[in-house]
């Protein structure tokens, strides 16, 4: 099986613009988890999203928002892009929902923001 | 927070067996221990995950305390390609939480 794909692998963007990124998950899966890795917070949980519904949150502000497609298929948007958004956002599948499901991450969207 | 506690480095020469320890003393009865690691701006790559007994897989080992508070992962024969922060976590129904994890450097 093809594992997680996301797009695009890397972005530039400047204060104030918005990003969606992509993720597709590995076939089959349909949970969707998004986290955010940065040098000095680490590997941070945003969301979830299962059957596209949003099934957890992550301590983000409104600006982070995301949705699912009825294929699974996950997009997260960051508006008013501030320079602490810069980051890699990293995307997850898992077959279903809870604590017993194994999540896979893909390669990851690098953004930086000028 | 994260639920773990893992020395924040290790070193292993290439051959032997690397063993990475993780304190998850206070792990619930239906919480499980899972590992990945992290190359250099990857993705987190899943290596193996457990309940309460050992676990092995082609990767790796995990060995698993019989209280559950501490487990320790295995790579028998470690090579310069499993340099990698290694991450421990414990998972229940909710998210994965990341600690800092340990960045285990395989010395030629």
Known sequence: KAGVTQTPRYLIKTRGQQVTLSCSPISGHRSVSWYQQTPGQGLQFLFEYFSETQRNKGNFPGRFSGRQFSNSRSEMNVSTLELGDSALYLCASSPNTGGRETQYFGPGTRLLVL | ?108
Not at chain 2, 12 to 36: D, F, K, M, Q
């Open chain 2, 1 to 108: 927070d994260a639920k773990t506690t893992q020395p924040p480095s290790m070193d292993c020469a290439e051959g032997r067996a690397a063993n990475l320890p993780c304190n998850h003393s206070t792990i619930s009865g239906n919480e499980y221990v899972y590992w990945y690691r992290q190359i250099h701006s990857q993705g987190p790559q899943y290596i193996i995950h457990g309940l309460k007994n050992n676990e092995t897989n082609e990767m790796a080992s995990l060995i698993i305390t019989e209280d559950r508070k501490s487990s320790t992962l295995i790579l028998p024969h470690a090579t310069l390609r499993d340099t990698a922060v290694y991450y421990c976590i414990v998972k229940g129904n909710e998210k994965l939480t990341f600690g800092t994890g340990t960045r285990l450097t395989i010395i030629p």
